[in-house]
């Protein structure tokens, strides 16, 4: 009866889900208001509802219950009990490659992802669709002068951990990295590649140091999307605390949050302030900036590995939208950038218009020298995809 139970429960939350919030926040509403789920029932189900999304939009005509049995076999690699239960058949072959169990189940890689075309260069469209079913690492980013304490907790909590970089760990998605480390003052919790889009600022090849030739100290730095503040404490590290930050969003309880990290953080100075960027609103930074990280509101298409409803509600139109409001973002920023000044322009998108397509309408409409871009691949190293462009206003 149980697995019966997790099967009528799954398909409740998914046909319950309209997609309207991340799913993790739906789900965490769903079972505070259902009382009766313990700890390793919240698992299983959370477990098969990720497992349906990652699915895409692939078989999309068979009932909501033979797609979460499908889905379980497609994403579960060692023997399932739940599977055992609704489909042993499928249990006995569960190891099998993910290529081999797609075509058991009758469909090809491009029903999951259909948009090959619409992505940008460099992108190797089956490894990317096949990263979808499975669920992405946890990394961290040591921060400055943290490394030695850092790897004795985690060494001394004997946990297993990977150093892709000298200042980057990896771990296991289910790590309770926060009952053993201090997160924000001795690492911060960061994608791999989240923890890579600045380093055109300690890049040596680059020629400089900091983003102005005149290498002014302390460097002007306007986070113009900060979200919860993640590049702004990197670009802290990266420059060596020496930087006047002012860091922006369109919502007052992100900044109420990323206040709370960087206090942790130890970043003191700074300003803060609410804004639509997308609109010529009239709050901007009191000075022009030497360096503006532009971190654009975009599909997420790259992290979808992460958030795998985003892919099964995805609409290709929804795009353009994004675009539409990247210009405008684009559009109302760059003319608080000094001259001599670097922008960098980063998404989370794996979509050429959101891509390569900004770069070409940042070149046309402002002039800027492109420095440098680059796409940064996570589906080969469990991590999310990220697109970066570096500009300098000549």
Partial sequence: MRYHSYLNSAQKIIESNWGDAPFAVFLKKYFASNKKYGSKDRKQIAS????FYRLGKAIP???VS???IAAAFLCEHSHSDFLHFHKPEWNEIISKPVAEKIKILGFTIDHVFPWADELCAGVEFQPYCYSFFSQPGLFLRIRPGKKDIAVKKLQDAGLKFDMPHDDCMALSNATKVDTILEIDKEVVIQDHNSQQVLNFLKDPASGIQYPVS???HPV????????????????????NGEIELTVSDIRESI???LKKRFETAGIKNYTSFIADLSKAAKQRPAN??????CDAPCTGSGTWSRTPEQLFFFKKKTIEVYVEMQQKIVSHVIQHLQKGGIFIYITC???KKENEGMVNFIKEKFHLQLVQMELLKGYDKKADSMFTAVFKKI
Wanted: proline share 2%.
């Fill in 48 to 51: 098969l509802c990720y497992n």
């Fill in 61 to 63: 005509d068979i009932p």
């Fill in 66 to 68: 033979e797609k979460i």
């Fill in 214 to 216: 005149s290498i002014q």
């Fill in 220 to 239: 002007s730095v306007w986070d113009c999307c900060a979200a919860s503040g993640g590049k702004s404490i990197l670009a802290y590290d990266i420059l």
């Fill in 255 to 257: 900044l109420s949050n």
């Fill in 288 to 293: 022009k900036s030497q360096l503006i990280i």
């Fill in 349 to 351: 998108s794996v979509f």
